[in-house]
């Protein structure tokens, strides 16, 4: 045999390797998606073993290149990769695909395994995310890269299926990438004609490479040949695109060498079943019929493959050094970017205000602290959905990111809340402090990506203003109501509500202070009064609720709320002058439900069983902490268009009105005490 025979028929051997491997993990675990990774194993073995820059033995290497499937479902596709290539992950991983306590799940799970650079599985996030990451390729080679000092240069690759394509979150990233001139993604679109129900004809019919030329992105089409050298050749082409995210299309077909199964729907999602198995290793020649069969060779060989991988790292670790030689403030800092811990005490003296500052809307609050909090965090940065002049999230001595000009702390996402979401999580992945701000109403709009950074326990920050039906004369469409109990609903999503400038300050220190987990703060349009800053405590946010306001002696009653409400509460207490009233503000009920029960029966004693609650937004979630002798003054219904005075009359949300519901509340748990 030729050198080049040789050659070929050991890089058969591997890409039938990744195949075999899917199949039979699949057929393993009864229950998984064998076809698209044996489809796009040439292209997964081309990654991998020629065209990315990686190194399996220092998976967090600053300057890898990323590879993000998007197609989640397709995850056997990337637990092969990661164990031939030597990531960490064992046969016997593969052996228990999508078993309890695996690191290889059904979908692809940020923090599982060494390799997975992000969660995926809802399609359309994981390209969504990789625009996120690409994008902060660009801001970090624009901050820390200097002349002589290239030292992050690297690339994102992502595979997106049929499903990807269709979502819509995908449009406003893909969009918002060629917009940039994001030249540094480059994606697959995996375009097999499948997808569950059948031929994607059935809904599916424009031409995805034209859409994404109108974005501006390089757009390729290899057609059938997934040859490794087509496939290297188009990479290659993808790569030499500097100001624009490269789309390679290519056409497979779904579970190739099936006899009875490529081509269908049913090789998506369901194990080939035995028999099929065995006569497809047959028709590629695969010498065992043994169950993750790993031919000789098949592993040197990519062991052998990454070596170079290794050496761009070696390579850049003494490029590396003489950067920290010459510029050890910058070596230290991106390094403590990567890290996601803001710098040791920057949020020593946070800004306070009393009393006598009057009333400032959170939303402004907010604005202000944004400032304190980015000349001393350089790893925030952020944007709004177009509602800029509204969130108040400009960090104001900073200019806009731009095609070319990626050295600015301002994203301007469009109108693209759900891109938006997927684009703050990848900046975040990438060692950014992200933020993404809009209406809290339009949270709807990115709850894909808010449950993602969520389950990922990535710390990303979302920034919901306009946060109750006192946004006032917007109306019904605008008033956000079931939206603070959903995402309260999300499990290691914090969800602050401040009350006044303090808490808002206290808020975003939290949130800042995070690493395992995002925090959405909701902010008030309008002017909400300023507590006494001894008030609230130092750690408001991390309790989660505090007494605001204490009575003289055992409360007859507790008022408690959140945000614009709380003074509410407040002047309902001084109406009922007669009642021992303690009012407690709960700016963060997740944080609260985690405290200890002794603190918890500290601020709301378990004796005292007229409580009330007031919050203007969907009562779901209040019964706990009022219990059965309480109250809860909510929303039952949808806003209105009107002044926002008008509108708290209407919907009962006057101190007036709090206080009459209050004494109702007393008067019924001096009845059932009698
Ligand atoms: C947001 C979202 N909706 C629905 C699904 C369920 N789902 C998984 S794969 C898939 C479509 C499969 O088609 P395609 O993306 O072309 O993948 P292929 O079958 O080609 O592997 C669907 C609807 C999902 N994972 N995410
Ligand atoms: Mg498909």
Redesign the pocket.
């Known amino acids: 045999m030729s050198v080049a025979t040789e050659q070929a028929s050991l890089d058969k051997l591997c890409v039938d390797t990744i195949r075999t491997l899917s199949m039979d993990a699949v057929q393993q675990a009864n229950s998984g998606?064998p076809?698209?990774p044996m489809a796009l194993a040439p292209i997964a073995y081309v990654l991998y073993t020629r065209a990315m820059k990686h190194a399996p033995s220092d998976p967090d290497w600053i300057d890898r290149d990323r590879f993000v499937l998007s197609?989640?479902?397709?995850s056997m596709l990337l637990y092969s990769m990661l164990y031939l290539s030597g990531y960490g992950l064992t046969l016997d991983d593969l052996r228990d695909f999508r078993q309890l306590g695996s690191p290889t799940a059904g979908h692809p799970e940020y923090g599982h395994a060494k390799g997975i650079e992000t969660t995926t599985?809802?399609?359309?996030?994981g390209i969504a995310t990789a625009v996120g990451i690409a994008l902060a390729e660009r801001m970090l080679a624009a901050r820390f890269n200097r002349d002589g000092h290239e030292v992050v240069d690297h690339h994102t690759f992502v595979i997106a299926?049929?499903?990807?394509m269709?979502?819509g979150v995908q449009s406003e990233a893909a969009s918002l990438a060629g917009h940039l001139g994001l030249g540094r993604l480059i994606a697959f679109y995996?375009d097999?004609h499948?997808?569950?129900e059948g031929d994607?004809e059935l809904a599916f019919s424009e031409d995805v490479g034209a859409r994404y030329e109108a974005y501006g992105w390089h757009v390729q089409n290899v057609g059938e040949d997934v040859s490794l050298e087509r496939v290297t050749e188009a990479v290659e082409a993808a790569k030499a695109q500097d100001d624009r995210p490269s789309l390679i299309v290519v056409r497979t077909h779904?579970a190739p060498g099936a006899p009875n199964k490529q081509d269908t729907?049913e090789a998506?999602?369901s194990p080939l079943g035995e028999e099929e198995i065995r006569l497809t290793k047959e028709a590629y020649g695969w010498p065992s019929q043994e169950p993750f069969f790993v031919p000789d060779g098949v592993l040197d060989h990519f062991r052998a493959a990454v070596q170079a991988g290794e050496e761009a790292r070696r390579q850049w670790q003494e490029r590396f050094a003489a950067y920290r030689e010459a510029h050890p403030d910058l070596a230290a800092e991106l390094e403590r970017f990567q890290s996601r811990r803001p710098p040791e005490g920057w949020g020593d003296g946070l800004p306070r205000q009393t009393a006598e500052d009057g009333a400032v809307a959170t939303r402004k609050a907010s604005s202000t602290v944004i400032q304190w909090a980015a000349e001393r965090v350089p790893e925030l940065v952020g944007g709004s959905a177009d509602l800029a002049p509204s969130t108040l999230t400009l960090i104001s001595d900073s200019v806009s990111v731009r095609k070319g000009d990626y050295g600015g702390r301002n994203l301007h996402f469009g109108i693209r809340e759900h891109g938006m979401g997927a684009i703050v999580n990848g900046l975040t992945l990438s060692g950014f402090r992200g933020y993404g701000a809009t209406f809290l109403i339009f949270s709807d709009y990115m709850k894909?990506a808010i449950r993602l950074s969520a389950l990922m326990g990535l710390p990303s920050i979302f920034v919901f203003t306009h946060d109750s039906i006192g946004l006032g004369e917007d109306g019904p469409t605008h008033q956000p109501i079931e939206q603070l109990a959903s995402l309260r609903a999300t499990p290691n999503l914090a969800v602050v509500r401040p009350a006044d400038f303090n808490e808002t300050a206290l808020a975003w220190r939290f949130a800042i202070d995070r690493t395992d987990g995002p925090t959405a703060i909701a902010l008030s349009r309008q002017g909400v009064p300023t507590l006494d800053s001894e008030a609230v405590p130092d750690d408001a946010i991390e309790r989660g609720a505090y007494v605001l306001r204490d009575s003289d002696g055992e409360p007859d009653l507790i008022l408690m709320g959140t945000g614009s409400e709380v003074h509410t509460c407040l002047q309902a207490a001084d109406a009922l002058s007669d009642l021992a009233v303690r009012v407690v503000s709960m700016p963060c009920l997740d944080a609260f439900e985690a405290q200890d029960t002794g603190y918890r029966d500290s601020v709301l004693p378990p004796g005292v069983r007229a409580r009330v609650a007031v919050e203007a937004a969907s009562p779901l979630g209040w019964h706990r902490w009022v219990g059965d002798g309480g109250e809860v003054v909510a929303m039952d219904g949808f806003g209105a268009s009107g002044p926002y005075k008008a509108l708290y009359e209407h919907f009962g949300f006057t101190p007036e009105a709090v206080a009459e519901r209050a004494r109702a509340a007393v008067e019924r748990s001096a009845g059932a005490r009698r």
């Open positions: 998606h076809g698209t197609a989640g479902h397709a599985g809802p399609l359309g996030q299926s049929d499903g990807d269709q979502e995996d097999n499948i997808s569950i994607t779904i729907a998506h999602g894909g």
